[in-house]
T-cell receptor
């Protein structure tokens, strides 16, 4: 079955510290992978995406993610977190034939001053 | 560019009432989808469409109907609202082809409460 797992429901980091949000997927075909961010009361904004090629992808707001096929993972990282990064983060795997996305449960990031 | 527009933003329904959530996109995207977001469950796919006249069920389709008569519009109908349908609903669109330009664009959501 196709699925996405985000093991961490809630993460708290200090401002300026590094961040890694975990994402594991199960998908039969070549995965199209995405990270979205959602601020309270807002819609979803795309941070970055992976389709093929270089397994380390750069996104907006200083985020990056690494695709590891052997581990079925697509973890999101940021070297230095800012208070404005506090939000909910969703990992998703997508189908190129239908546009459907399967989302993980989400990880809420809290940033301590 | 308006992108994906959802109306209304907020709605309160009584159990048993019906209503339609509107979704329109102006990017000429072939693919459109409806999701519901519930705490701790991420977003779950309700229905999706790969083009005008073509729709299919997602993970949680019961209690909802959709149609796609034009490329731009993809309304979601609640037939007889139930408290279990209290949720935030998101519409998304994307272009077909699965290239590096493919990404889903989301509307701002409709917060629905069924009492």
């Amino acid at each position: 079955a196709q699925s996405v797992t985000q093991p961490d429901i809630h993460i708290t980091v200090s401002e300026g510290a590094s961040l890694e949000l975990r994402c594991n997927y199960s998908y039969g075909a070549t995965p199209y992978l995405f990270w979205y961010v959602q601020s309270p009361g807002q819609g979803l904004q795309l941070l970055l995406k992976y389709f093929s090629g270089d397994t380390l992808v750069q996104g907006i707001k200083g985020f990056e993610a690494e695709f590891k096929r052997s581990q079925s993972s697509f973890n999101l990282r940021k070297p230095s977190v800012h208070w404005s990064d506090a939000a909910e983060y969703f990992c998703a795997v997508g189908s190129s034939n239908t546009g459907k996305l399967i989302f993980g449960q989400g990880t809420t990031l809290q940033v301590k001053p | 560019n308006a992108g994906v527009t959802q109306t209304p933003k907020f709605q309160v329904l009584k159990t048993g009432q019906s209503m339609t959530l509107q979704c329109a996109q102006d990017m000429n995207h072939e693919y459109m989808s409806w999701y519901r977001q519930d705490p701790g469950m991420g977003l779950r796919l309700i229905h999706y469409s790969v083009g005008a006249g073509i729709t299919d069920q997602g993970e949680v389709p019961n209690g909802y109907n959709v149609s796609r008569s034009t490329t731009e519009d993809f309304p979601l109908r609640l037939l007889s609202a139930a408290p279990s349908q209290t949720s935030v609903y998101f519409c998304a669109s994307s272009r077909s082809g699965g290239t590096s330009n493919t990404e889903a664009f989301f509307g701002q959501g409709t917060r629905l409460t069924v009492v």
